[in-house]
């Protein structure tokens, strides 16, 4: 990157982005609502016990992990461009650092409240792929969105290596590219999010700043969009390449087939590995993603997009408040209506079972959810205006 730019020439933020990113949060917020609210003894992509909206409830917020890393990427992209390329790696490794830390603090006992967190999740990715990117934006990004691409293209010739005899190195392969349990200083944690390929989507948001920049690139997002969204449709129809084999037990969905009804053969198409994401998942949510985007260049969503763009701004925050609000809103609700809620307090569905007289349907989870975001709205806005009329360091790392 080149030294930074006076104030007359920096870049505007792009409401498109905000708005987008806005639309990520409130469906990740679906996500973490139903996990708190819902009482099933099966995951929602269970082909053989699962329906149609509760499947649908859970892959709508599919969208939102990819998002994440690709948008991050994208937005350091613009804060590069108002800083020079020592800033801005050090931006990159410093707040890296900061969100693994979180991981494991505010936000573990958010999901829990208990300490310590045993879990590598999304944050900890996060942070990770910002200490990595911090040494690939060193490379022309041309050379960075290369190799960014190779690895989510490739990564899935991978899926089956498994290193056998070495604890060490079984643990690493773990971090790097299969979720399961590790021990970190005799004491077992679980990595959820591996970092590949998600530190390669980061580096493609990157590169993707790049284009925003060009007008002429723009008007090809939508394209570049749908073309991944078809490349999805041929890899998962023909089953030619991108999504990991069936493990025993249900571990992944495999390959694509025709089941009895049409709902559960919608459902086997659209069920494709999350932990690592393949080529498949990242194909079938970043494709429709560059599609909207390419869409919301072009019109204006009002008041909505207003809405939209307060949570966009400030999707750290956001995410941190709503863990602890949405765990909190469980806890009175259960009390409420006379439901056990001791084991929320406890460590909750992460660390114990979830009470068989605990529970509540869709219509209240998304009930909770809409909830959710009205309690959220002000003080996201509150914070987005003071991110806007104040520019201190520390309130780029929050």
């Not at 909206?53 to 350091?76: D, E, K, N, Q, S």
């Not at 079984?170 to 979720?179: E, S, Y």
């Amino acid at each position: 990157m080149s030294g930074s730019l006076p104030p007359e020439s920096r870049p505007r933020r792009l409401e498109s982005i905000d708005i987008l990113r806005g639309v990520v949060m409130l469906l990740m917020a679906i996500d973490h609502t139903r996990d708190y609210f819902s009482n099933l003894p099966f995951e929602p992509e269970d082909l053989q016990h699962t329906w149609g909206a509760l499947f649908l409830t859970r892959w709508i917020t599919h969208f939102c992990a990819p998002l994440f890393f690709f948008l991050a990427g994208t937005g350091a992209y613009f804060y590069g461009l108002r800083r020079t390329g020592a800033e801005l790696r050090r931006f990159l490794w410093t707040r890296g650092l900061w969100l693994i830390l979180l991981e494991f603090t505010v936000v573990g006992f958010g999901w829990t409240f208990v300490a310590p967190w045993g879990f590598f999740g999304v944050i900890w990715a996060l942070g990770a792929s910002m200490v990595i990117l911090a040494l690939g934006v060193r490379l022309p990004v041309r050379w960075l969105a290369l190799v960014s691409t190779l690895v989510v293209v490739a990564h899935d010739l991978f899926d089956a290596v498994r290193p056998a005899g070495h604890a060490g190195l079984d643990a690493l392969w773990r971090v790097l590219h299969v979720k399961g349990g590790i021990e970190v200083l005799g004491t077992g944690v679980f990595v959820l999010f591996p970092l590949i390929p998600w530190c390669a989507v980061m580096g493609l948001g990157f590169a993707f700043g790049a284009v925003l920049q060009r007008p002429e690139l723009r008007l090809r997002i939508g394209w570049a969009g749908l073309g991944m969204t078809l490349l999805f449709v041929l890899l998962r129809a023909t089953n030619l390449y991108g999504n990991p084999p069936a493990l025993p037990g249900g571990v992944t969905p495999g390959d694509w087939s025709l089941q009895p009804t049409i709902t559960k053969s919608v459902i086997l198409f659209l069920d494709t590995e999350k932990y690592p994401a393949s080529l498949q998942f990242l194909l079938m949510t970043l494709g429709p993603s560059l599609i909207l985007l390419a869409w919301l260049q072009g019109h204006s969503l009002g008041a909505l997009g207003r809405f939209l763009a307060v949570f966009g701004r400030v999707p750290l925050f956001f995410y941190v408040l709503h863990l602890y609000l949405i765990h909190l809103l469980a806890v009175l609700a259960a009390a409420l209506v006379g439901q056990p809620y001791d084991w929320l307090l406890h460590g909750a569905f992460w660390m114990r079972e979830t009470p068989e007289a605990y529970g509540h349907g869709l219509p209240f989870m998304y009930a909770m959810w809409l909830l959710t975001i009205a309690l959220l709205y002000l003080p996201c806005r509150w914070f987005a205006r003071l991110k806007s009329r104040r520019h201190e360091r520390w309130l780029s790392y929050l």
